[in-house]
């Protein structure tokens, strides 16, 4: 069992995990038949379960409420177990593999581990542990009939699954990229780390039955593994999770910061055509924001459509053209007619237009024509078309 100064950490933890699984509810309802779903859930209830009955508190009051010495042994090792198959399970049926195969080895997992929880309680059953350990009891009772094997069985049932859970993390993160494969190079050395902690304790045990006593390992070093390893396995299976949503988010923060030029700019121009939704940043998602924002764009680039001067853009594309390649030029020049349009329009603004004379602008992608907003082509242009004063005021 596992020791700790404070169980505050344990029921934190195991509260967290809990209530993640409870949110997973609703889905599991809906998919019933989702195996991967459904080896999740498992995951994350044992998870929980496990942190909780083994905070120390916990491992005391389970004993004092059964009256029974020890009893808070066979729960926590039988909640290992459990947390060990599913562990292997959620990998099994994580991993890209046949199907026929992964059911053939799901069934497998499930069976060993479920018998391997019939056989701790029984063995508990079957022997004598009359004296309360609430931190020695593998050490202490290593050489007990019946205890002793379910120590034993226990730590070799987590050995094996942690083994070979590290070992199908680590081969399979070599044929992925991204997330995905941060999230298995975190999960393997996680699981390797549980391994360490089992065979401390197995040494602890065989060294009882050679007569010698290596009990610190027991009660002082192996627990001090329990956190990093629970800390590396919520990171290995979060960043999978959580890592495309965040490159996403990343990517529209960054695409909301390259268009800023162009919404400072064009924010204010009439668009009586098209109704404009307050969309605050504070409360609105990124993506809708980065949406709504090009929509507005695009509206106000479309009412400035009967301002746009094709001589200004030839212009402005044949200026550009001696400082660089074609496709910048045209960009170039597009952000140019588009400023100098919207000079117009203000200055128009209440005279009619024949809008059959505007340049012809076909939709593209807006990031380049705000940075082309930086180019001294398009201040050149503006200031010449534009009187001095009124292209201070608006710039």
Known sequence: ??????????????????????????????RRHDTLL??????????????????PESIEGLNRLTGVPNFAAPVVYATTTAFSGASLLLIINWRPAPPERTRRLS?????????????????FRAGSAPVEQPTLFDAHYATTPYIREMIVLYLVAQTVAMTAASTLCWRWSARVHGSLRAGLRILAPAYLIIVCYDVMRLVAVVARWTGHRLDFLVDRVSPLLAAPACVLG????????????????????????????????????PTPSAIRASLPWWRTPPAVLLTGRRTALYDAIL?????????????????????????????TADAAMILVARERQRALKDQPLDVSHGAVWRPQDLVPISRA????VVHDLLHHHVPPQKAAHHE
């Open 234 to 269: 919520a990171l290995g299976f979060a960043v999978p999770l959580a890592g495309p949503h965040v490159v996403e988010t990343v990517r529209v923060v960054r695409q909301l910061r390259q268009l800023a030029p162009l919404w400072r700019a064009l924010r204010d121009v």
């Open 1 to 30: 069992m596992t020791s700790g100064p404070s169980s505050l950490g344990f029921y934190v933890c195991g509260l967290m995990l809990l209530l993640v699984c409870a949110m997973k509810i609703p889905a599991l309802a809906r």
């Open 373 to 376: 907003l930086a180019s001294s």
């Open 303 to 331: 009412a400035l459509s009967p301002y746009c001067d094709a001589d200004v853009r030839e212009a402005a594309y044949s200026a550009a053209l001696r400082d660089g390649d074609a496709s910048d030029a045209a960009v």
């Open 38 to 55: 459904r080896a999740a859930c498992l995951l994350l209830f044992s998870a929980g379960c496990l942190m909780i009955l083994a905070a």
């Open 107 to 123: 069934r497998l997992c499930v069976t060993a581990y479920s018998l391997t929880v019939l056989a701790i309680a029984v063995l």
